[in-house]
């Protein structure tokens, strides 16, 4: 209400950007305030790529596509970012940065110094060629600096930009205000039409205070035969009642209970949006009735296009300026990514552009960049992530890592593989190991990993605006296979993880549902069969907290820590991410450990948890083992003692030594390609 259309549109919680804006900026830095000239300070940033020279930026041909923009046009069909596998793997490499350093230097300057960064001043300054994290949203994300991400602000901005961006907006603003007027004079039509309507006393949608079931669906039936449900009426009620159970006390009429309000409340949301009553309940359930309508209507409105730049081919500047001069009218998804572009109207196919066939960004949901931004993954690291066809992820990782380091990218799905293939070939990562298991089947597969993401196939409840099928397919019975599934992989992802990563041991899950089932209770479990993990902060700036307790349930407090994303809330898909760190070795009689792949019994037994870090030589072996002694040896003051207390010639201790021997062995089989479990095996089975 009252809230403007661009602002409904707009990602996350924006940022209003306005020529005001742009001109209180330079009153602040004592520049002159003046309409746009045609000076372009971008001008000197000369860019080659390995395909042709791009023409030089110009803020008058973007203040002309902007005014084009003004004009009506038909917005392109987004299609679906094709795997076309176009490799020009070089063209990250061949930028000409010698013109960016002048200009660019001075962000990372004021990055390192704690100067305040523009509005385009991301990664972009950094991230292709530096090999510090500034190429990462997550700059300051590292762990023990939570919540830290860098929010650009536009201080620093140069003319150019500043006018690029405004005469951007200015032409958006204009296109929009001109829709507003059309908008309006439709709805005043309605209104006045609906109005009429109103004036006639409630026909019984869907047979109202009847009492008989049957007999209300049969009259339901009937009336609905003869008048076709009318949707003004319907929602009519609908706000009503929400405004009734705000305010039960003075609102409810006599003899009629919450009960039968929420009912009927529930009722005509099934009518009006049309989810089966199932899933209805299980959404509005998360809710107060208000939110919960909030949250029915965001899911009727598509949710912005965004795209990510991909920062080991790009700058996001630059692929703004070149989708700009395209005519695509865009700005920064908010102050949360440094990567994020959102798309308010383009005249080409952002499935085609000669930037998106040159990998310069994916088309990507928001929500999509958060687990990546909470699992920060760091250069030289070895992940996994668990889930990961189509690849949004897995190449935001890659490029978090500067390509740098290895991602396994695991699917069991071969089909959704292809594309994840397409995808990390097309935008030039070279840090990906593509496989194709049961992600269960981790940590047998392979272990030991610094991070792990784990963004669990899941029933889509918060993508509804995507895929409206959700409303009516998911049953009862999806929540509770969907869960068990979660449950089984994020134990075996939790399992995957190295506790005694020197820069990691973190796991993120994520989930695009907002329902319980599927989120807490899931993470929960996970908390109650691994004593060695335990919650830690995600990092990302917005979200609501996760539940600690839900419909009678109780959750662990630490729950507290995950976070919730809604569309009516963030004007981004429904998500859900934790953030978890491992703390310990995986107990070795840990109950549902990974691996088996079945449900059922097969996720209650016990297995045996094999230590797959990768086999390091007897050197490493020895190197490894003291500096873990090292490291846990470290008192608070940070002087070192053996872990023994003993000083480094201590008694030989037997049983320590049988662990060190039997080790050896297991990794000396695993060298012959052999089962290490066979040396369990009773010793008349091993004569045999
Ligand atoms: C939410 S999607 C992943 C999206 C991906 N992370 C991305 O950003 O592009 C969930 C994925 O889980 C995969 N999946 C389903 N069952 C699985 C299992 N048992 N182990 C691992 N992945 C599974 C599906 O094939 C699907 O691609």
Redesign the pocket.
């Known amino acids: 209400m009252g809230q403007g259309r661009r602002m409904k549109r707009k990602q996350g919680m924006p940022e209003a950007l306005s020529e005001e804006h742009f001109a209180n900026l330079k009153r602040k830095a004592g520049l002159p305030v003046e309409p746009p000239v045609e000076k372009a300070s971008l001008s000197n940033k000369k860019r080659k790529t390995g395909a042709a020279k791009k023409p030089e930026p110009a803020p008058k041909k973007a203040a002309a596509s902007a005014k084009s923009n003004g004009k009506p046009k038909k917005k392109s069909k987004l299609p679906e970012p094709e795997a076309d596998g176009s490799e020009d793997e070089e063209m990250g490499d061949e930028f000409d940065l010698d013109q960016l350093e002048g200009d660019e230097s001075s962000d990372e300057e004021a990055s390192s110094g704690g100067k305040k960064k523009n509005i385009w001043s991301d990664d972009e300054d950094e991230d292709a060629e530096e090999d510090d994290d500034s190429v990462f949203d997550s700059d300051d994300q590292e762990e023990g600096k939570k919540g830290k991400f860098v929010f650009s602000d536009d201080e620093d901005e140069s003319d150019a930009e500043e006018k690029l961006t405004a005469a951007n907006i200015a032409g958006l603003s204009r296109k929009l205000d001109k829709k507003l007027a059309e908008d309006k004079a439709i709805t005043e039509a309605e209104l006045q039409e609906s109005a009429m309507q109103t004036n006639i006393d409630g026909p019984k949608i869907f047979g109202e205070g009847l009492e008989d079931d049957d007999e209300e669906d049969d009259l339901a039936k009937k009336s609905q035969a003869l008048l076709a449900p009318d949707l003004q009426l319907l929602r009519q009620r609908i706000t009503d009642n929400i405004r009734v159970l705000d305010d039960f006390a003075n609102l409810a009429e006599e003899g009629r209970s919450r009960a039968e309000y929420t009912a009927q409340l529930l009722k005509d949301i099934c009518g009006y949006y049309g989810y089966s009553p199932y899933l209805a309940e299980k959404l509005f359930n998360l809710f107060t009735p208000r939110e919960a309508f909030a949250f029915f209507e965001a899911n009727e409105m598509p949710r912005p296009v965004v795209i990510r730049t991909n920062t080991l081919r790009t700058h996001r500047r630059d692929l703004a300026q070149a989708l700009i001069n395209r005519g695509v009218t865009l700005e920064p998804v908010g102050k949360w990514s440094k990567v994020g572009l959102q798309i308010f109207e383009t005249n080409v196919p952002l499935g085609a552009t000669p930037e998106y066939l040159a990998g310069h960004y994916i088309i990507q949901a928001a929500a999509?960049f958060l687990p990546v931004m909470a699992l920060s993954p760091q250069p030289n690291e070895r992940v996994l992530?668990?889930?990961?066809?189509?690849?949004?992820?897995?190449t935001y990782c890659s490029a978090m890592m500067n390509n740098t380091g290895v991602v396994f990218a695991?699917?069991?799905?071969k089909e959704?593989a292809k594309g994840?293939i397409g995808n990390v070939a097309r935008l030039g990562v070279r840090n990906v190991i593509v496989c194709s298991?049961?992600?269960?089947e981790f940590p047998r597969v392979m272990g030991g990993f610094d991070r792990v993401?784990l963004?669990?196939?899941?029933s889509g409840t918060g993508v509804i605006s995507k895929d409206p099928s959700v409303k009516t397919n998911k049953d009862e019975k999806d929540f509770i296979s969907l869960p068990h599934?979660q449950k089984q992989?994020l134990l075996s992802a939790i399992d995957s993880v190295n506790h005694a990563s020197e820069t990691g041991g973190f796991l993120v899950y994520s989930?695009?549902s907002v329902t319980t089932e599927e989120n807490e209770a899931v993470v929960n479990y996970a908390l109650s069969r691994r004593p060695n993990v335990k919650l830690v902060d995600t990092g990302i700036p917005f979200g609501k907290e996760g539940f600690t307790s839900f419909m009678g349930k109780k959750f662990h407090p630490s729950l507290k820590l995950t976070r919730r994303f809604y569309p009516h809330a963030h004007n981004i898909d429904g998500f859900y991410v934790a953030k978890f760190q491992k703390i310990g070795p995986t107990p070795p009689n840990a109950i549902g450990a990974a691996g088996k792949k079945s449900g059922g019994a097969a996720a209650d037994a016990e297995v045996e948890v094999i230590d797959k870090t990768p086999i390091a030589t007897d050197d490493d072996d020895v190197e490894s083992e003291e500096k873990k002694a090292g490291k846990k040896g470290k008192s608070s003051n940070g002087t070192s003692s053996s872990s023994s207390g003993k000083g480094d010639f201590s008694a030989f201790d037997e049983e320590e030594d049988v662990k060190y021997i039997e080790k050896a062995k297991r990794n000396a089989m695993r060298r012959r390609g052999l089962d290490p479990r066979a040396l369990k095996k009773p010793k008349a089975q091993e004569k045999k």
């Open positions: 999509s992530d668990m889930a990961s066809a189509p690849g949004g992820k897995t695991n699917d069991p799905n959704r994840l298991y049961d992600g269960r993401l963004d669990a196939p899941c599934m992989l989930t695009c």
